[in-house]
């Protein structure tokens, strides 16, 4: 049995706006399950039923072998945090980060050693004395994400904690988190629309849109082998690129593929990094942007098939409006149904 289950779990809010539409998900214990998507997709309103902050419409919420649909949040055993810091004004930083161990039953002692362990993970050892009011944004939002580690229950909660940090921030804060989970084996539910954190902290990525999940795998797989065209789209950064292609005889065009698909229209995908420069390939465009980002640059082409992304490595240098032909490595390209978007090969 997973240790969290979503089984057919719905929110539809009394205007008659559907945020959740039944989904079922698995969590094993341990594990670090990210839930990604679009603003409006349902990640926070899935996070805050679990959490008990919102009343399910229907379906059903078991954790660890039981059924907590109705339960109230204390009864839940989860911790929280959220990306906008909720710290009592009159505590000091040692104070609030104490105040959640208050009722767990942990000697005085083992609740200093606690908030001292975790007050040096977050690097606000030296802020532990001063109150909240002192502090500046991302500081108080550290504080705010040690309340939630400084405890040990089921399941955290973390509805997009980092997302009014700085980029090195966000990175650093990134590495506690994970550390803080791997060694404390906390079954960890973690909502963001920033790819990047998705890629680095999640064992399974849940990928959301209009209340479904759409996909739920792996970080490699759900980026190599995408379910659907939005989820091709909305993984990676820039997303896969789409070329409107036609099955004739076993062979695909534009690309000049053999395919075992029946003929007919297909939507092919390929990631910007199997797009390669060849004068001899089956693809020409038109750069209409040469985007430079340090560890390699992005091409952005006007093809007739439309508009496509090469990666390309930092020295190669193009020049708005310099035509370049495309080969496409043949390994890497997926097949799409043009109607409901649904991976076929």
């Not at 940090?165 to 590495?175: G, H, I, N, T, V």
């Not at 550390?179 to 084996?185: F, K, N, P």
Request: proline share 7%; hydrophobic share 40%.
């Amino acid at each position: 049995m997973s240790f969290l289950a979503l089984e057919r779990l719905e929110k539809r809010y009394p205007d008659g706006f559907h945020a959740v539409r039944g989904i079922d998900l698995a969590v094993e214990r341990g594990e670090f399950i990210v839930l990604l998507g679009p603003s409006g997709c349902g990640k926070t309103t899935t996070l805050r039923m679990v959490a008990g902050l919102e009343e399910a419409t229907a379906g059903t919420i078991r954790l660890d072998g039981g059924d907590v649909t109705r339960l109230r949040p204390s009864q839940r055993d989860v911790g929280m945090v959220f990306q906008f810091y909720a710290l009592y004004p009159h505590l000091s930083v040692r104070a609030n980060l104490l105040f959640p161990l208050e009722n767990t039953g942990l000697a005085k002692m083992q609740r200093e050693v606690r908030v001292d362990d975790i007050a040096a993970a977050l690097g606000v050892t030296h802020l532990l004395e001063r109150f909240p009011r002192q502090l500046p944004g991302g500081d108080q939002q550290r504080i705010s994400l040690g309340r939630a580690l400084v405890r040990q229950p089921r399941l955290w909660l973390m509805d997009e904690p980092l997302g009014t940090l700085d980029s090195d921030r966000r990175e650093e804060l990134r590495e506690v988190i994970r550390a803080q989970q791997l060694q404390h084996g906390v079954t960890t539910l973690y909502v963001t629309h920033d790819q990047e954190e998705a890629m680095t902290l999640a064992d399974r990525i849940v990928v959301m849109d209009q209340g479904v999940i759409r996909q739920a795998g792996t970080p490699s797989e759900v980026y190599e082998s995408p379910a659907d065209l939005f989820t091709a789209a909305f993984v990676g950064s820039p997303g896969m690129n789409r070329i409107d292609g036609l099955v004739t005889g076993g062979v695909c065009a534009p690309l000049g593929l053999p395919v075992a698909l029946p003929d007919g229209p297909v939507v092919l995908g390929v990631r910007p990094e199997y797009l390669h420069p060849d004068d001899a390939g089956p693809l020409r465009g038109v750069v209409v942007m040469d985007e430079y980002l340090g560890a390699w640059r992005n091409l952005h082409l006007d093809c007739p098939c439309g508009r496509l992304v090469m990666r390309l490595p930092p020295g190669a240098a193009h020049r708005p409006g310099d035509a370049v032909g495309l080969r496409v490595d043949p390994a890497h390209v997926l097949c799409f149904a043009p109607g409901d978007g649904r991976r076929l090969a």
